[in-house]
């Protein structure tokens, strides 16, 4: 059965960079469509990016476009997002997801969901 495990999470101060990663595994991965969603505590769960297999299209939430990007390595089965100036906004714990289809910007219909890993950004 596949499995989406994340990493990368951790504390930064505000302006700085993390990178989370999300590798696949336990058996043959076919979904085309990898996100990265999150939740801060008290709200409901957001999109934040989407990429598809091939890598080219990609699909981003209006409040992290130009600071975040979201890239795939198929070799590894892995999802990367790369988040630059972090804002204490940005604090959340961070979802990896996976989703059958071909259009980035459909952001429901994820079937398949990571544990998560912690984002907090101090101010």
């Known amino acids: 059965q596949v499995q989406l495990v994340e990493s990368g999470g951790g504390l930064v101060q505000a302006g700085g960079s993390l990178r989370l990663s999300c590798a696949a595994s336990?058996?043959?991965?076919?979904?085309?469509?990898m996100g990265w969603f999150r939740q801060a505590p008290g709200k409901e769960r957001e999109f934040v990016a989407a990429?598809?297999?091939?890598?080219?299209?990609?699909y981003y939430a209006e409040g992290v476009k130009g600071r975040f990007t979201i890239a795939r390595d198929n070799a590894k089965n892995t999802v990367y997002l790369q988040m630059n100036s972090l804002k204490p906004e940005d604090t959340a714990v961070y979802y990896c997801?996976?989703?059958?289809?071909?259009?980035?910007?459909?952001?429901?219909?994820?079937?398949?969901w990571g544990q998560g890993t912690q984002v907090t950004v101090s101010s």
């Open positions: 997801a996976a989703r059958y289809g071909d259009d980035v910007t459909i952001t429901l219909n994820y079937s398949l």
């Open positions: 336990g058996g043959t991965f076919s979904r085309n469509v």
């Open positions: 990429i598809h297999r091939s890598g080219v299209t990609t």
